[in-house]
């Protein structure tokens, strides 16, 4: 069924041009997220959930090692830390924590996998 | 130099640094008693051991069925302590250094277990040693550490080195394969029983389940270790059977339907619904962002420097990157990752907080029987939290010293590191948790450790002398159950009653206590109704009144623990000592200024048993709260008190009654002499009512001497004998109980029968045994216990002989 699905040739071509702009994906990606903590209003699961989601297929697409999402552990974390600084415990410094604590799950879940 | 570079040399300083940290704590002298638990195990063990400890009831206000066996173990062992050092304080403080060291070397203990495994090449040895040396002083100085486990240290606390002690010897007992450190959790867990009772069990299964997860997976796939079954099996039945003592009688309370034990668990104190919601209320409250930086969640004095904290974390993600550039073993990268899973897991259940998602999961675990005990869930959960996250964060800073790798870096490193929880925690090592003031703001502040004034030891030691068997009420009444006495260098005891703990006698020192008749007290003292107030008491069985008339302990509290009582009872010393001259009482002694003991007026007292002239019927109208609403007790004008208030008007007492004296063997026993029962009489037990509270008949003669007689001698009191075990009074061991069926409520909280000539073969002399028949489990249930320890020292010993003699050949 998903080799079906991925032989189809305007799949084929996404899945080629996806893998050739590897970084700016990711990059897209930590930029919905960093968005997500510092400009939108409140916790939505969806939201966080969808780009989860979205990471995780990015991650598998392109077979990324565990340390890259470790190492975007430490973003959210100096992310965490600038609005800890500046606000507390505030909503936003609450939702990069979440950020943090879900990228330290996948991490953990991709280094089992290797 | 050579000793810079032995990181055993630090072991040594730290541990001996830890351990005379409490020494200044307290002053030569002082105790931090009070709290919820009352601590005063720690101030008198013999005296709470013999009035707490060894019965099926406890004597709180009407007296309730409450075993407090588990506690014993404990108990012996701080009276042989006092009966060696003579001082509480020196024990506490010989205990809290216990703690400390122990709970460091433990932590140090798993941790270089863990990360030395099966092999770590040689070159690493020194970094295993500085992580595991951090991961110890990391989780004693630990905000949530020093500002969640020290403050009127409730037995729950103990886990602080409870958790790691145990985990170590099960570690060591999986590695090795070797008995001995499963005889010893066993001598442990008895010595704590209390910590592995169902009092504790929201400790225990937030720690235990999810420590032995990772045990088992450790030794089965990381270190690939047979587990040996029948060892384990051998240490869970001599677990049972050592706590038999105290899971016997759970378990008969739990299948009786007055039991305690089966009203909390089965009758809705511990529903699903209540605890929902009081989780629901705190859950807003617990921030993810302070759980990941290690900070407890209630901290005000290093909000300065919270900051500095992010270094926790910083270092976790750094040893997760390191490690996958680190060279060394695969296991030690698996088993850290199997730590951070088991971490992460701890850290949702202790901040539930973790999306939306995650707060709906940690709701529907509500509906799971027994999850309620997670209510309050941050402080329940606190405790394995930072246990992982201290081994988290040594791993984490295990693969970093190796990528420093440059000794004299590593050693920098660890000295900022532990200097800087040190001075975080320098409020903790300064004794700030201990030293806590209960009135902050007020003109004169007290704090919580108090050297005992000698002139209250007085009032004590005279109350355990008092030879008649009634009931005690402390003034001021306080909000809840605490009784306040002022030290006698500036501190405050402020917990349960020390007359319950620590004398024979029942008292009620709070409007909770006073339960179901609070808010009616509370009405008759604003009405000024002193006849009824008067008959209340003598209805309780409270024969004294103990004032404690010292103005600190209300001038400074305009709060707790007076908040509601306020509004009704006097507001100022004076008011109090007005109030009480109001009753109709004979002040009986002053010890000094302060203690005051009055008696109340033979005109409105009632034995603990008694027989009735007059029965009433009352309507029992409770409000919400499970409180009388209605005074139904008012009987102005009638001059002999003996009056019972029944809900059923098909009891009925026809002509003379009978005389009786009686005599109290023990709390939980009594002995009660009729004669002359011609006619039906309802006989009335004013303690707390309880279908195990039963009569039996007696072929023993009561030869003690009088002490006290009521109403022209129709009620006698004999000397009473205080002995914890009658071995005669086994004589109501396959006996069937008197007048059971007519076993009623009395008085609206009191144990009644109704007796008919009948029921004792026509009878109109003999003896009746009136006993707590729940004593029974607690006696049979201690014996076995007694002879399991005795197995299992005898096997310690044989172990331990065993392990001297292979080492001599």
């Known amino acids: 069924m998903i080799k079906s699905i991925i032989t189809i040739p305007i799949i084929t071509r996404a899945m080629q041009l996806l893998k050739k702009n590897k970084l700016l994906l990711i990059m897209v990606i930590v930029s919905l997220i960093l968005s997500d903590i510092l400009f939108m209003f409140g916790s939505s699961d969806i939201r966080i959930f969808t780009f989860l989601t979205l990471y995780v297929f990015i991650s598998f697409l392109y077979k990324s090692k565990h340390r890259l999402t470790f190492s975007l552990c430490l973003v959210f974390l100096a992310v965490l830390f600038a609005e800890f600084i500046e606000s507390g415990t505030s909503e936003k410094t609450e939702e990069a924590a979440v950020w943090l604590v879900l990228f330290l799950a996948v991490g953990i879940i991709q280094q089992w996998r290797e | 130099m050579k000793l810079l570079h032995n990181p055993r040399a630090y072991l040594l300083i730290i541990s001996f640094l830890l351990f005379i940290i409490p020494f200044f704590w307290l002053k030569p002298g002082e105790m931090d008693l009070g709290g919820d638990s009352s601590r005063l195990y720690f101030y008198d063990p013999l005296n709470y051991l013999k009035y707490s400890v060894l019965y099926a009831t406890q004597h709180v206000g009407m007296g309730v069925e409450n075993p407090l066996y588990l506690f014993l173990p404990f108990n012996i062992v701080l009276i042989i302590l006092m009966k060696v050092f003579n001082s509480g304080y020196l024990i506490i403080t010989l205990f809290n250094s216990l703690s400390l060291v122990v709970a460091f070397l433990s932590m140090y203990g798993i941790a270089k277990e863990l990360m030395f495994g099966k092999i770590l090449k040689k070159n690493y040895s020194f970094f295993g040693e500085l992580a595991s040396l951090f991961v110890g002083v990391y989780y004693v100085f630990s905000p949530v550490m020093t500002y969640g486990a020290w403050d009127k240290a409730i037995f729950t606390h103990y886990q602080l080195f409870l958790n790691p002690l145990i985990f170590f010897l099960l570690l060591k007992f999986f590695v090795t394969k070797k008995m001995i450190y499963l005889l010893f959790t066993l001598l442990i867990t008895f010595i704590f029983s209390v910590n592995f009772s169902w009092g504790a069990s929201p400790a225990i299964f937030a720690f235990y389940p999810l420590a032995l997860l990772y045990l088992f997976l450790y030794a089965i796939r990381i270190r690939k270790l047979t587990i040996n079954i029948k060892n384990l099996i051998i240490f869970s039945s001599l677990f049972i059977w ?3 003592f105290h899971i016997l009688p759970l378990v008969f309370s739990l299948l009786d339907k007055s039991g305690l034990v089966y009203q909390k668990v089965l009758q809705g104190g511990y529903s699903a619904n209540p605890a929902l919601d009081y989780f629901l209320g705190i859950a807003p409250s617990v921030k993810l ?26 270092i976790i993600i750094l040893g997760l990157i390191f490690s996958t550039y680190t060279f060394i073993d695969r296991e030690q990268k698996k088993n850290f990752l199997l730590l951070l899973s088991i971490f992460l897991v701890a850290l949702f259940f202790a901040t539930a907080n973790i999306t939306t998602l995650g707060l709906e999961v940690y709701k529907n675990l509500f509906a799971v029987p027994g999850f309620s005990m997670f209510r309050n869930y941050y402080g329940q959960w606190q405790f394995a939290y930072l246990f992982f996250l201290s081994l988290v964060i040594g791993y984490g800073f295990f693969y970093v010293l190796i990528k420093i790798h440059k000794k004299l870096l590593c050693l920098m490193l660890f000295f900022a590191l532990t200097f800087f929880l040190a001075i975080t925690a320098f409020p903790f090592i300064r004794g700030d948790r201990i030293n806590l003031i209960l009135n902050i703001g007020q003109k004169i502040e007290f704090k919580v450790p108090i050297r005992m004034d000698p002139a209250y030891e007085q009032v004590l030691d005279y109350i355990r002398k008092d030879p008649i068997d009634g009931k005690y009420i402390t003034f001021p009444l306080s909000e809840s159950f605490s009784q306040m006495i002022a030290g006698i260098q500036g501190g405050m005891y402020q917990g349960p009653s020390t007359i319950v703990h620590l004398t024979p006698k029942s008292d009620f020192n709070g409007y909770q ?3 179901p008749f609070s808010e ?14 008067s008959r209340l008491l003598g209805i309780l069985n409270i024969k004294h ?32 000592s007005n ?40 309507k029992n109208n409770l409000n919400p709260w499970g409180y009388v609403k209605d005074p139904f007790f008012k009987a102005p004008g009638n001059k002999d008190p003996r009056i019972v208030y029944l809900e059923d008007n098909k009891i009925k007492i026809e002509g003379s009654i009978p005389k009786i004296n009686f005599v109290k063997i023990n709390p939980s026993k009594y002995y009660v002499k009729i004669t002359s029962a011609k006619k039906p009489y309802i006989l009335v037990f004013s303690e707390s009512f309880n279908n195990n509270w039963k009569l039996f008949l007696s072929n023993k003669e009561i030869k003690s001497k009088t002490v006290a007689s009521y109403f022209n001698g129709e009620i006698e009191e004999m000397t009473h004998i205080n002995k914890w075990i009658d071995l005669s009074g086994f004589e109501t061991l396959g006996k069937n109980p008197i ?6 409520m009395a008085n609206a909280y009191a144990n009644g029968w109704y007796i008919e000539p009948e029921n004792l ?23 076995t216990s007694l002879l399991a320890i005795t197995v299992l020292i005898g096997w310690i010993i044989k172990n331990i002989r065993k392990d001297l003699s292979l080492k001599s050949y």
Do not use: W
């Open chain 2, 242 to 244: 050592i706590h038999l």
């Open chain 2, 289 to 314: 962002t302070r759980n990941i930086l290690g900070l407890p969640q209630q901290l005000q004095s290093i909000s300065s420097v919270e900051f500095l904290f992010f270094a926790i974390p910083f």
């Open chain 2, 513 to 515: 206590v006073l339960s």
């Open chain 2, 520 to 533: 009616v007290f509370l009405s008759l003292v604003k009405e000024k109704d002193y006849d009824s107030l």
């Open chain 2, 545 to 576: 009144i103990f004032h404690n008339s010292d103005p600190l302990i209300m001038n400074y509290f305009p709060d707790f623990p007076y908040q509601h009582v306020k509004n009704f009872l006097p507001l100022t010393q004076v008011g109090y």
């Open chain 2, 579 to 618: 109030f009480i001259n109001s009753l109709p009482v004979i002040k009986e002694k002053n010890f000094g200024e302060r203690y005051h003991i009055y008696n109340l007026n033979g005109n409105y007292y009632l034995p603990h048993v008694y027989v009735p002239k007059e029965s009433k019927i009352y």
């Open chain 2, 739 to 744: 007048a059971d069926k007519n076993h009623f």
């Open chain 2, 761 to 783: 073969g026509n009878k109109t002399e003999y003896t009746l045994v009136l006993e707590m028949t729940s004593q029974r489990v607690g006696y049979i249930s201690l014996f």
